[in-house]
T-cell receptor, first 111, second 115 residues
Framework: GQQLNQSPQSMFIQEGEDVSMNCTSSSIFNTWLWYKQDPGEGPVLLIALYKAGELTSNGRLTAQFGITRKDSFLNISASIPSDVGIYFCAGTAGNNRKLIWGLGTSLAVNP | DTAVSQTPKYLVTQMGNDKSIKCEQNLGHDTMYWYKQDSKKFLKIMFSYNNKELIINETVPNRFSPKSPDKAHLNLHINSLELGDSAVYFC??????????????FGDGTRLSIL
């Protein structure tokens, strides 16, 4: 099935550092969603984006819907140990019938 | 007050058995989903129901049969379990009416292990 290209695949950073990850597609998307999955739990929505160029923050997290509508990024500022987890991008294209998922970015934070 | 709850959390069973996973949401959402997450953490949509009606069936073997008795419940029955069925199965719901562009709320998953 269709997938999004999400990078990096994994990151290992020091507490306090900023983090940036992105997602790209070969086709135009109408919606971008960013989720975080903690170990043993289901994904939880972080930020939803619905308009090209939209920039939205949720605490230390900021995400943007790319102007070309083919990409999105998520930034985390001043990382803390509880930021550890897998971050997924997801989006819809065309008739929005199906949510297409990235392969995830695994984040580890060294205290 | 759990929004999307699935049972059981863990399921260990022998190859060839039949098993069911249950899902309930108390969010009043119209659409519910089943996902399979493999060992590499890729989330693959299996089924989607809108108000008890099947709207997505993603090339899943017919050993997997979803059932939605009402819009708050979506159960998954699996016949003749195979080794490759071992994965984490997630139920999710969203307020969307047939589209997938509204945020989905996930349960905590059912970890299925086939011996």
């Amino acid at each position: 099935g269709q997938q999004l290209n999400q990078s990096p695949q994994s990151m290992f950073i020091q507490e306090g550092e900023d983090v940036s990850m992105n997602c790209t597609s070969s086709s135009i998307f109408n919606t971008w969603l960013w989720y975080k999955q903690d170990p043993g739990e289901g994904p939880v929505l972080l930020i939803a984006l619905y308009k090209a160029g939209e920039l939205t923050s949720n605490g230390r997290l900021t995400a943007q819907f790319g102007i070309t509508r083919k990409d999105s990024f998520l930034n985390i500022s001043a990382s803390i140990p509880s930021d550890v987890g897998i971050y997924f991008c997801a989006g819809t294209a065309g008739n929005n019938r199906k949510l297409i998922w990235g392969l995830g970015t695994s984040l580890a934070v060294n205290p | 007050d759990t929004a999307v709850s699935q049972t059981p959390k863990y399921l260990v069973t022998q190859m060839g058995n039949d098993k069911s996973i249950k899902c309930e949401q108390n969010l009043g959402h119209d659409t519910m989903y089943w996902y399979k997450q493999d060992s590499k953490k890729f989330l693959k949509i299996m089924f989607s129901y809108n108000n008890k009606e099947l709207i997505i069936n993603e090339t899943v073997p017919n050993r997997f049969s979803p059932k939605s008795p009402d819009k708050a419940h979506l159960n998954l029955h699996i016949n003749s379990l195979e080794l490759g069925d071992s994965a984490v199965y997630f139920c999710a719901s969203s307020p969307s009416k047939g589209t997938a562009n509204q945020p989905q709320h996930f349960g905590d998953g059912t970890r299925l292990s086939i011996l």
